[in-house]
């Protein structure tokens, strides 16, 4: 590269990325096939509009890029291209979302999603997001006992508020959730239901995590957690939304599409459909619960006892660390975590009472049942004499 100041910084970011231990529950490490596609000469073109319908010349290959990459969602999640319509051009998650409501809603109608403070989205109706600032967000949280959802409560909330959309997806909710029972309460109350999976993607791909397309109306999700893709997000929609979905991802928020990351997006889902990729799930969600498991067995409260995913968070406050002392603790010692507020937390969120761990990356580094344990004994030890300190 001609550019040394960002070539020493990308050299610089990959040892970074080599030497530590990776626990950062959204992020991942992708393929050198979809570092290929990144960085390929998809970047240079310009696609406005969608296959067939473009707004610029000189689109064969683009279009065709897109419709593969449709095919494959659709495929790789089993779903009928007759019942089901994906749009792929999202840039990320939360542009993801925002077209949705864009598509669904007026503005100041409301929306009910996971409070951010019990593990939901920012982009699920969070005052400080646009999706709580033009529409009206109105939050279910968790029970206080299990740290699990409640379902009852969420139908009382529902049918207080009546909201339009009614979402179920969460960013540090480790619990398998039962999507059926989410379909009933949006049909008790005449709501759309969407579902996010940004976190779960790569875990109902690998068949180890509930699927909610039997329920849902729309699901959303980035593909770079999980899913092991580039950063960019899929929006699926039952037929009858689909038009105007589109609609609301251009023009309503985007202007061209990034085809190079569509095409990157392709790559992962095609990994994502192989025999390999299911084994790599399996071990991701087994490597959170051995980890889960012997945090505990340390001493360590894990927030509902436990995890059914890649991911679940400890209350290190139990310790007498706060989440953003243990985050710091952990970051010198080579093991990347970040701070998180546990369900009815009294502390900040700047410096919350927790810590969520996820295992999506180290497991994608090769990292099995035995590290775990020895991951578990450092994290016990370097906290513990970080306190002592
Ligand atoms: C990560 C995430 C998003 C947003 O993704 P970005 O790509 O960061 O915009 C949206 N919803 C949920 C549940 C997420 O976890």
């Not at 080599?18 to 073109?45: W, Y």
């Not at 051009?89 to 929306?111: F, M």
Request: aromatic share 8%.
């Amino acid at each position: 590269m001609r550019d040394k100041q960002i070539e020493k910084l990308i050299e610089a970011e990959e040892k970074r990325q080599k030497s530590v231990v990776n626990l950062i529950a959204s992020e991942n490490f992708v393929s050198p096939d979809v570092l290929r596609a990144l960085g390929s000469v998809f970047t240079n073109k310009y696609a406005e509009g969608y296959p067939g319908k473009r707004y610029y010349a000189g689109c064969e290959t683009v279009d065709e890029l897109e419709n593969v990459v449709k095919t494959r969602a659709l495929k790789l999640f089993k779903l009928s291209p007759r019942a089901w319509s994906v749009n792929v051009q999202p840039y990320s998650g939360s542009p993801a979302n925002l077209a949705v409501y864009l598509a669904l809603l007026k503005p100041g109608e409301k929306i009910t999603g996971m409070s951010l403070a019990a593990g939901g989205h920012l982009t699920h109706g969070a005052k400080i997001s646009a999706s709580g600032k033009l529409w009206r967000g109105v939050h279910y949280g968790l029970d206080r006992k299990t740290e699990q959802l409640d379902y009852g409560a969420i139908l009382r909330i529902a049918k207080k508020e009546r909201p339009k959309i009614l979402i179920a997806g969460w960013s540090a909710y480790s619990r398998k959730p039962d999507f059926k029972k989410f379909r009933k309460i949006a049909d008790a109350v005449g709501a759309t239901f969407m579902v996010d999976i940004s976190h779960f993607a790569g875990l109902i791909a690998g068949d180890v995590y509930p699927s909610p397309f039997p329920y849902a109306d729309i699901v959303t999700t980035t593909t770079q957690k999980t899913l092991r893709g580039p950063r960019a997000a899929l929006i699926f929609s039952r037929a009858k939304y689909a038009k105007a979905i589109d609609r609301a991802v251009f023009p309503g928020v985007q202007g061209g599409p990034h085809m190079n990351v569509v095409a990157a997006v392709g790559v992962s889902l095609y990994e994502a459909s192989r025999p390999e990729f299911k084994r790599y799930a399996k071990q991701v969600v087994k490597n959170a619960q051995v980890l889960s498991d012997a945090l505990a067995r340390l001493g360590w409260r894990i927030v509902s006892g436990g995890t059914d995913s890649h991911l679940f968070s400890i209350d290190t406050m139990m310790c007498g660390v706060s989440g953003g002392e243990a985050e710091a603790l952990l970051e010198k010692a080579g093991i990347i975590v970040n701070r998180e507020s546990i369900p009815f937390d009294i502390r900040s969120p700047q410096d919350p009472s927790g810590i969520r761990i996820g295992t999506a990356a180290v497991t994608t580094r090769g990292m099995k049942e035995r590290d775990m344990i020895r991951l578990a004994r450092a994290i016990d030890r370097i906290l513990r004499n970080g306190n002592r300190r």
